[in-house]
């Protein structure tokens, strides 16, 4: 799994540079920067072992380096009040634009067809409005 990992980086990241990687549990947060994707890769296959973790992501912006010093190449588990993380003021230039298209419902009800197929449509309309804009749509 290590190399789908890091081929999903490499398209994340084509001009690399420092990613925060983060893991959630109910009770806590596990972070790591990181500037090695295959370092990344491994980590984040370590924390997708743990009963614990709901969700494993990485910032999708191009993020301050100075980040690195925080824990770099590594993930510091449990994270305190006071240990930081990645904030707005940190992202440098903005690349992904994430679009959430599920419709309102209850956690863990998953969409109907109709609700897919308006989702679908919506996304459709994203993207023509978008690329107007003179954005760069990636398929």
């Not at 890091?6 to 596990?30: I, K, N, Q, Y």
């Amino acid at each position: 799994m290590t190399g789908e990992v890091t081929r999903a980086l490499a398209t994340l990241f084509p001009d690399e540079g420092v990613v925060e990687l983060r893991a959630l549990t109910d009770h806590s947060v596990h972070s790591g920067y990181f500037d090695n994707p295959v370092t990344l890769a491994e980590k984040a296959e370590n924390l997708d072992t743990l009963q614990d973790v709901a969700g494993i992501y990485v910032t999708l912006n191009k993020v301050d380096p100075a980040l690195l010093s925080r824990r770099a190449n590594r993930v510091k588990m449990h994270l305190g009040r006071k240990d930081p993380s990645t904030s707005d003021a940190d992202v440098l230039r903005r690349r992904w634009l994430p679009v959430d298209l599920d419709p309102v419902r209850p956690s863990g009800v998953s969409s109907t067809n109709e609700e897919h197929t308006a989702a679908l449509a919506h996304a459709e309309r994203i993207r023509t409005w978008l690329t107007e804009q003179g954005s760069r749509i990636l398929s």
